[in-house]
Nanobody, 122 residues
Framework: QVTLVESGGGVVQAGGSLRLSCAAS????????MGWFRQAPGKDREFVAV????????DYGDAVKGRFTISRDNTKNTVYLQMNSLKPEDTAVYYC???????????????WGQGTQLTVSS
């Protein structure tokens, strides 16, 4: 059973930066791709970023492309989301997800974390 725990959320001003972390336990971390998704109030959960098993392949949602960077450290069983040039519309609960295989598709989650809140003030 894989458990995912996100951290690093908070309140930041527009234009600022923040880094989210997601620590995984259970299973072998390098056996699967990882992703970040987000959900704003009243909206559907949205794809943010994915990274394959060794960090060699990444992909981003159009809303965050060029501003966010996903990375992973397999020695620490942790995936990160570096968020720069934050906008008020980035405000959401951010969820870490384990994907079912080594690669970044399909973008479906086998496991979810509990989420961490990001609020970007204008």
């Amino acid at each position: 059973q894989v458990t995912l725990v996100e951290s690093g959320g908070g309140v930041v001003q527009a234009g600022g930066s923040l880094r989210l972390s997601c620590a995984a336990s259970g299973g072998t971390f390098s056996d699967y791709a990882m992703g970040w998704f987000r959900q704003a109030p009243g909206k559907d959960r949205e794809f943010v970023a994915v990274i394959n098993w060794n960090g060699g392949t990444t992909d981003y949602g159009d809303a965050v492309k060029g501003r966010f960077t996903i990375s992973r450290d397999n020695t620490k069983n942790t995936v990160y989301l570096q968020m720069n040039s934050l906008k008020p519309e980035d405000t959401a609960v951010y969820y870490c997800a384990r994907l079912p295989g080594l690669q970044i598709t399909p973008r479906v989650a086998s496991n979810w974390g509990q989420g961490t809140q990001l609020t970007v003030s204008s």
